[in-house]
């Protein structure tokens, strides 16, 4: 296996780094720093807020694209360790920093009459951006593992964050995250967009105003794994040109590369991420939380009812299909199965129900479907007044909006850091149960099993040295 020239243990730590965050020089990052004011008409630079994007792949060059196309937002530098590839979730599709550079700089030139743009800085290093003090928000859209690393040490560099789903890859890492934002007064932002989404808002509020009489039990839906890795006998690639292996593992286990380790294939194994029950999980697990209005704290106990795992040793180690069950203090069951094609949530009472799924709302009995909220009902944020009916899309426009506005006035966003942490942490019960295969007491105040070191144990992950953000 060819080894690149930078290692694990010769990265600065995280204080030494930030010790020197404020010296880092203009030539770390290629491409120029300034961008032309006639790109952004009317907003004045200092009304701008100014972005750094970290990960420009599956999801992070959309995200980036929704940052830009607000016109108080300058997205200045861009990074990722992989410089340009294929392989992400749509497998041939080319993605990477200079993908990511190429249309950042093609969507700036066009709003700029001569056709000509050079603006965006870019970086294999996301310490560069962190530590640039001419950066209001860092975007951070990375495998999990990577997420509490980067979120602490932007906190504690005084940027505003907007983290993709799921928040954390351990209970651990969500507590160090809420830390760190609270201590230096951050917004933070989770990415799961379906909070904004004006349907999702509507079915919660049947629900919270009982509509459906008691509510009972929550079914949320996950999709089955939509990638298959390599089994038992897998051997060692050799890293490709322009792929900074040591700086992508980061905080994980060292492990030999291949190429379905990495980008989007990371989420089926657990060192970076927890499968799809972090993944669609994060997303339907959410909008559980939301009805049942359980977002800041969560379940009183959790069981693995069953989970099919590839054979051992392969290179992909979550689940292939699973089901776990939970129980909330008002007697709520919460049941989390696989189910194709996508993600759902459906809320079941003692009077009817109502679901969320593919974008829209199906209810028994049907009228629930066009009832008008009463006036003294209990409303939900709403993060656009206007968006009744969205386009597809529209909605993760609006989630990204609200962010910035709240970067604005200081308020909290509708996925703040506590809300992210909860609904992630019961991704991670999920997974603990299906692995420990029996049922187990959650002290959702203490954060922690009762009784059960062994499941204790498993809330956390040693980081490597260099990255430990204890």
């Given at each position: 296996?060819?080894?690149?020239?930078?290692?694990?243990?010769?990265?600065?730590?995280?204080?030494?780094?930030?010790?020197?965050?404020?010296?880092?020089?203009?030539?770390?990052?290629?491409?120029?720093?300034?961008?032309?004011?006639?790109?952004?008409?009317?907003?004045?630079?200092?009304?701008?807020?100014?972005?750094?994007?970290?990960?420009?792949?599956?999801?992070?060059?959309?995200?980036?694209?929704?940052?830009?196309?607000?016109?108080?937002?300058?997205?200045?530098?861009?990074?990722?360790?992989?410089?340009?590839?294929?392989?992400?979730?749509?497998?041939?599709?080319?993605?990477?920093?200079?993908?990511?550079?190429?249309?950042?700089?093609?969507?700036?030139?066009?709003?700029?009459?001569?056709?000509?743009?050079?603006?965006?800085?870019?970086?294999?290093?996301?310490?560069?951006?962190?530590?640039r003090?001419?950066?209001?928000?860092?975007?951070?859209v990375?495998?999990?593992?990577?997420?509490a690393?980067?979120t602490?040490?932007?906190?504690?560099?005084?940027?505003?964050?907007?983290?993709?789903?799921?928040?954390?890859?351990?209970?651990?890492?969500?507590?160090?995250?809420?830390?760190?934002v609270?201590?230096?007064?951050r917004?933070?932002?989770?990415?799961?967009?379906?909070?904004?989404?004006?349907?999702?808002?509507?079915?919660?509020?049947?629900?919270?105003?009982?509509?459906?009489?008691?509510?009972?039990?929550?079914?949320?839906?996950?999709?089955?794994?939509n990638?298959?890795?390599?089994?038992?006998?897998?051997?060692?690639?050799?890293?490709?040109?322009?792929?900074?292996?040591?700086?992508?593992?980061?905080?994980?286990?060292?492990?030999?590369?291949?190429?379905?380790?990495?980008?989007?294939?990371?989420?089926?194994?657990?060192?970076?991420?927890?499968?799809?029950?972090?993944?669609?999980?994060?997303?339907?697990?959410?909008?559980?939380?939301?009805?049942?209005?359980?977002?800041?704290?969560?379940?009183?106990?959790?069981?693995?009812?069953?989970?099919?795992?590839?054979?051992?040793?392969?290179?992909?180690?979550?689940?292939?299909r699973?089901e776990?069950?939970?129980?909330?203090?008002?007697g709520?069951?919460?049941?989390?199965?696989?189910?194709?094609?996508?993600?759902?949530?459906?809320?079941?009472?003692?009077?009817?129900?109502?679901?969320?799924?593919?974008?829209?709302?199906?209810?028994?009995?049907?009228?629930?479907?066009?009832?008008?909220?009463?006036?003294?009902?209990?409303?939900?944020?709403?993060?656009?007044?206007?968006?009744?009916?969205?386009?597809?899309?529209?909605?993760?426009?609006?989630?990204?909006?609200?962010?910035?506005?709240?970067?604005?006035?200081?308020?909290?966003?509708?996925?703040?850091?506590?809300?992210?942490?909860?609904?992630?942490?019961?991704?991670?019960?999920?997974?603990?149960?299906?692995?420990?295969?029996?049922?187990?007491?959650?002290?959702?105040?203490?954060e922690?099993f009762?009784?059960?070191?062994?499941?204790?144990?498993?809330?956390?992950?040693?980081?490597?040295?260099?990255?430990?953000?204890?």
């Amino acid at each position: 296996m060819r080894q690149t020239t930078t290692s694990i243990k010769s990265l600065p730590s995280r204080r030494s780094f930030l010790k020197s965050a404020a010296g880092v020089s203009a030539t770390a990052i290629a491409g120029p720093v300034i961008v032309p004011r006639s790109v952004f008409g009317a907003n004045a630079p200092s009304n701008r807020i100014t972005v750094g994007v970290i990960g420009l792949g599956t999801r992070g060059i959309p995200d980036m694209q929704l940052f830009m196309q607000n016109d108080d937002v300058q997205v200045v530098a861009l990074c990722d360790v992989n410089r340009s590839s294929k392989g992400y979730r749509d497998e041939n599709a080319v993605m990477g920093l200079e993908p990511g550079l190429q249309a950042a700089n093609e969507y700036y030139a066009s709003r700029k009459r001569s056709g000509e743009f050079q603006g965006i800085a870019a970086t294999s290093d996301f310490r560069e951006i962190i530590g640039r003090d001419d950066i209001d928000v860092v975007a951070i859209v990375t495998p999990d593992h990577w997420h509490a690393a980067m979120t602490i040490m932007a906190a504690e560099a005084g940027k505003d964050i907007f983290c993709q789903k799921p928040l954390s890859l351990t209970v651990q890492d969500g507590k160090d995250m809420v830390a760190a934002v609270r201590k230096h007064q951050r917004i933070l932002q989770t990415g799961s967009q379906w909070r904004s989404h004006a349907r999702v808002r509507f079915a919660c509020e049947l629900v919270r105003n009982g509509y459906i009489g008691e509510l009972q039990t929550i079914r949320a839906l996950i999709a089955l794994n939509n990638k298959q890795g390599p089994g038992p006998g897998w051997k060692p690639m050799p890293v490709p040109a322009g792929f900074d292996y040591p700086m992508w593992l980061g905080p994980a286990p060292d492990a030999p590369y291949h190429k379905d380790r990495c980008i989007y294939k990371f989420r089926f194994n657990l060192d970076y991420s927890g499968g799809q029950i972090t993944n669609f999980g994060a997303h339907a697990l959410d909008i559980a939380q939301c009805g049942n209005g359980t977002s800041l704290t969560g379940p009183v106990e959790v069981e693995g009812i069953e989970a099919e795992w590839p054979p051992a040793g392969s290179l992909f180690n979550t689940a292939l299909r699973a089901e776990f069950r939970a129980r909330y203090a008002n007697g709520v069951e919460l049941i989390c199965a696989s189910e194709p094609p996508y993600f759902g949530t459906r809320f079941e009472g003692s009077e009817g129900w109502v679901e969320f799924s593919q974008g829209s709302v199906k209810t028994y009995p049907e009228s629930l479907a066009s009832v008008e909220l009463k006036a003294n009902d209990q409303r939900l944020p709403v993060v656009n007044p206007l968006r009744t009916v969205a386009k597809p899309g529209d909605f993760y426009a609006d989630h990204v909006r609200n962010f910035l506005d709240c970067v604005k006035s200081r308020e909290e966003p509708i996925e703040p850091v506590e809300v992210g942490h909860r609904t992630a942490t019961i991704c991670h019960l999920g997974n603990i149960a299906l692995q420990q295969e029996k049922r187990l007491d959650w002290d959702p105040v203490a954060e922690q099993f009762v009784n059960d070191d062994g499941a204790n144990r498993m809330l956390a992950r040693p980081r490597r040295s260099d990255w430990n953000s204890a």
